[in-house]
């Protein structure tokens, strides 16, 4: 981790000279115990600008966009294992051309369908989890590049910026639905086991006499 | 019957369109069929995108609002269509173009106007 974090840092500096306009905010963003899509919809906003009454859709004029501890980023559900991510390798190697007819063979470096879990992205490079949410998000034309570049995400909460003036952004007030019935009962079974592992714990000796008697 | 040449009628016809062409992008400016051709493509889109300009700047125009109303903490009312709803109702006609540029010019006026207008 250390190793990616000083790569990081090296990055974070990097790309600032291409950005032209600084009259732009700098608003940071704590990934810690948000849920990746709502956060990521929240960003993608912001680094828009459609926050700002002068948002023009041919400029790009968002807010530089930090992330912090994005490795304490959630997602709920099963996705933590089930969610894949997908990409495709292969490239076209040679186009040749026959003049007569209108034949084209193109040979091609094989590749794969490559697929990654959301558990071992996260292992590898927590940054790129929120990085891809963010951008696909984004809408796709030529001022996506330029966002992206605003976009500065750190696993954990150092980062080089400590001298700009950083505005912290509240994340606006979410309703949480109710659960289902299902989960409800096994969310009330779960804490029963628990009450019933903190009387075990509480009382050790005097409950493992009792036990093998109640089974019994 | 005699010959009659036509003459450059043709010819004077074509530079008139070919000025109006004089600025396009590569075949569409040199040769004289596609000149025709991209002339009317060009009057047709400016006809229709006429009507469209309206259009989208009213939707810039909403959009703006909406950002700047997002952010008035003060009442639940961070919404454009809450605004709109109270400025009918408390018959403040205004159109949105005003709104907007009120927006970016004097922001602070527009959400005092707005929370007052809400109450």
Known sequence: MKMVNAFNMKRAAAGLRRINLDGLRWRVFDAKGQILGRLASQIATVVQGKDKPTYTPNRDDGDMCIVLNAKDVCVTGRKLTDKVYYWHTGQVLCLKHFSLNIDIMVYRYVGHLKERTFKDQMAKDPTEVIRKAVLRMLPRNKLRDDRDRKLRIFPSSEHPFGDRPLEPYVMPPRSVREMRPRERRAMVRAQKAEQQQQNTDGTKKGKKREAPEESA | ???????????????????????????????????????????????????????????????????????????QYNRYSNLLYNMYKGQWLLNHKIVAQMGILKGNCLLMIANEIIT
Do not use: C, E, P
């Open chain 2, 1 to 75: 019957m005699t010959r009659i040449k036509r003459g450059y009628i043709a010819r004077k016809r074509r530079t008139k369109i070919r000025l109006f062409t004089s600025s396009f992008r590569g075949a569409h400016s040199r040769l004289t069929r596609t000149i025709s051709q991209q002339k009317i493509k060009a009057l047709v889109s400016a006809n229709r995108d006429r009507d469209r300009k309206k259009r989208g700047f009213r939707g810039l125009w909403i959009h703006r609002i909406n950002a700047i109303i997002g952010k008035n903490k003060k009442k």
